[in-house]
């Protein structure tokens, strides 16, 4: 699936981003997939996850299986 200026998105950043600027946002409007993107480079490129793989990670960071970064 490619991600363009055609294609409308709806994003969504996430509420504990703060105000510090190093955020992904992600936009839940696609069945299966999870595109995911750099918000601090709206124009730029977004990478797009099979929604099981997207789980996955986010199970991994709440369990703290990357430590401190």
Request: glycine share 8%; with cysteine.
């Amino acid at each position: 699936m490619k991600l363009n200026a055609s294609t409308p998105v709806h994003w969504r950043k996430s509420s504990y981003s703060g105000n510090g600027g190093n955020c992904v946002e992600i936009a839940p409007d696609f069945p299966g997939l999870v595109p995911v993107r750099d918000s601090k480079d709206p124009e730029g490129p977004a990478l797009v996850f099979p929604t099981p793989a997207w789980r996955a990670f986010l199970t991994a960071v709440q369990a703290d299986e990357f430590g401190a970064v």
